[in-house]
């Protein structure tokens, strides 16, 4: 089975800021997929950043980007020029390669933008 | 564009009562599922579907049921509510044309009391 652990139960950046949430996770598979999902008061999911462990290069999508680590089994999320709604629980996640999709999370990093 | 819908949004219901909630998606995506979310914690899997007629069990059934008719809808089922039902419940749903990325509704806000 798989585990995704994210070390980090709260954390704070000042706006404008550079910060990093840590994610580390464990499987057997070589083929699968990791996530990072918003989660705002509201409860709803947003999709953050995704990567594919087969690709070598770290995904970017505008001010988040991660870095992934096949090897260590690392996936941090960098947030660069934090702004007040980045505010939110941060969940990583895992699917393997074959599971259809099936999401393992993490317990989720609280993260605070002060202005 | 509603992608995946789930209602009810909020509902109370007494121990030992029963209730279904209703999750549909209009992105014909193959996979569909049921997190629960107690507070504090991440999301775990109650039940999955990787098409109509097919449900297979996640890591938390017990308590619940699914059904999936259609391939658009994917119910979960509440029998004899207790307590420890109390959570917040997503639907999700997926393909491999979406490149496995999962979907998710706003949620169902459940307490038992």
């Known amino acids: 089975a798989q585990t995704v652990t994210q070390s980090q139960p709260e954390m704070s950046v000042q706006e404008a800021e550079t910060v990093t949430l840590s994610c580390t996770y464990d499987?057997?598979?070589?083929?699968?997929?990791l996530f990072w999902y918003k989660q705002p008061p509201s409860r709803q999911m947003i999709l953050v950043i995704r990567?594919?462990?087969?690709?070598?290069q770290n995904a970017t999508e505008n001010r988040f980007s991660v870095n992934f680590q096949k090897a260590a089994k690392s996936f941090s999320l960098k947030i660069s020029d934090s702004q007040l709604g980045d505010t939110a629980m941060y969940f990583c996640a895992f699917a393997g390669g074959t599971s259809y999709g099936k999401l393992t999370f993490g317990q989720g990093t609280i993260l605070t933008v002060h202005p | 564009n509603a992608g995946v819908t789930q209602t009810p949004k909020f509902r109370i219901l007494k121990i030992g009562q029963s209730m279904t909630l209703q999750c549909t998606q209009d992105?014909?995506?193959?996979?569909m599922y049921w997190y629960r979310q107690d507070p504090g914690m991440g999301l775990k899997l109650i039940y999955y579907s990787v098409g109509a007629g097919i449900t297979d069990k996640g890591e938390v059934p017990n308590g619940y049921n699914v059904s999936r008719s259609t391939t658009e809808d994917f119910p979960l089922r509440l029998e004899l509510a207790a307590p420890s039902q109390t959570s917040v419940y997503f639907c999700a749903s997926s393909s491999l044309s979406s490149g496995n990325t999962i979907y998710f509704g706003e949620g169902s806000w459940l307490t038992v009391v």
């Open positions: 499987t057997s598979e070589n083929n699968y997929y």
């Open positions: 992105m014909n995506h193959n996979y």
């Open positions: 990567q594919e462990a087969y690709k070598q």
